[in-house]
């Protein structure tokens, strides 16, 4: 899969932007510097970026797309695709659930009881 962005310059103001592809490597929300994937290095009206990930990348990616104009100003969107991997195998995970017994009818003494909720029982 290949993420390919046009930037198009608009028509009535014909500026000339900078652009960053940042993806949401961490899933924190927040787009940092080193996140960065692609980026063009001078002021364009016009242009195309491509991305492609790696096979690490599966699931939904969150990405934004900043415009950096010559006086400064900054716009950005933000959006999101899925990665859907066919090829690999599932994962298989064992899990244990631990949970306090406790009960009086089960346990009637006080002392059988505070040691049951100490103890695991499998």
Excluded: H
Excluded at 1 to 22: F, G, H, P, Q, W
Excluded at 30 to 46: C, R
């Amino acid at each position: 899969m290949i993420l390919r962005l046009k930037a198009l310059s608009n028509v009535e103001t014909d500026i000339a932007c900078k652009y960053n592809v940042y993806v949401d490597d961490n899933s924190n929300g927040k787009f940092d510097s080193d996140e960065i994937v692609t980026n063009t290095t001078k002021f364009e009206k016009k242009g195309t970026l491509t991305w492609k990930p790696n096979s690490d990348y599966y699931g939904v990616v969150y990405f934004n797309v900043e415009a950096i104009a010559q006086n400064g100003l900054k716009t950005s969107y933000v959006n999101v695709f899925k990665i859907k991997r066919t090829d690999q195998s599932k994962m298989y995970v064992n899990l244990l659930q631990v949970m306090p017994v406790a009960g009086e009818e089960k346990y009637p003494a006080a002392s059988q009881k505070e040691e049951s909720l100490r103890t695991l029982f499998f």
